[in-house]
């Protein structure tokens, strides 16, 4: 069965630091490009960030670069995001996605609030 | 604000179909593969659409994409309650090096 488990959400302060994980198990981890993806409470979904296959590229949305780090471990089939000098328009749900051209599959999501 | 611009809401009975646009600009539908989604709330998003017009294993043939230009669109027939949900088209764009998500669609089964 696949399955992509995020931890690591939580309540922090504007200013503050938090690292998310995902684990994947039922694919081959190493082949899928990853992604993380966050919902904002009652805004569409946004693109965060992703990662190629064996790590050596990393994309941003404007709003994180700097900010956020994404990495892989493809020894352990992980995914994280390191995310520094949090804002409170970074509170969100944040999913992780493993994507191929034609097989997709996301987490249920972790619960991310910025606030004071 | 996303640069590729979805009607804000869409609805129909059980039944009929009903269809979603997509609009966008060169850098992204005009030169990328266009995927959709449907997000249930509380769910985890689905991909529905990837390439433009092809399904993943497993979704129904009653959900169709095409693209044209800079456009794409989303087609339901034979909409069912179940499916009311959040639709989203998204394309890596060229000039961001970024991966775009539309400003979604509300479905709605009257």
């Known amino acids: 069965e696949v399955q992509l488990v995020e931890s690591g959400g939580g309540l922090v302060q504007p200013g503050g630091s938090l690292s998310l994980s995902c684990v994947a198990s039922?694919?081959?981890?190493?082949?899928?490009?990853m992604h993380w993806v966050r919902q904002a409470p009652g805004k569409g979904l946004e693109w965060v960030a992703n990662i190629n296959f064996d790590g050596s590229k990393q994309y941003y949305v404007a709003s994180v670069k700097g900010r956020f780090t994404i990495s892989r471990d493809n020894a352990k089939s992980s995914l994280s995001l390191q995310m520094n000098s949090l804002r409170v328009e970074d509170t969100a749900v944040y999913y992780c996605?493993?994507?191929?051209?034609?097989?997709?599959?996301w987490g249920q999501g972790t619960l991310v609030t910025v606030s004071s | 604000q996303s640069v590729l611009t979805q009607p804000p809401s869409a609805s129909g009975t059980p039944g009929q179909r009903v269809t979603i646009s997509c609009s966008g600009s060169s850098p992204n539908i005009g030169n990328n593969p266009v995927n959709w989604f449907q997000h249930l709330p509380g769910t985890a998003p689905k991909l529905l659409i990837y390439n433009n017009n092809q399904r993943p294993s497993g979704v129904p043939d009653r959900f169709s994409g095409s693209k044209s230009g800079t456009s794409a669109s989303l087609a339901i027939s034979g909409l069912q309650s179940e499916e009311e949900a959040d639709y989203y088209c998204a394309a890596w764009d060229g000039s961001l090096s970024a991966y775009v998500f539309g400003t979604g669609t509300k479905v709605t089964v009257l």
């Open positions: 039922g694919f081959t981890f190493s082949t899928y490009w």
């Open positions: 996605r493993a994507a191929q051209p034609t097989v997709d599959h």
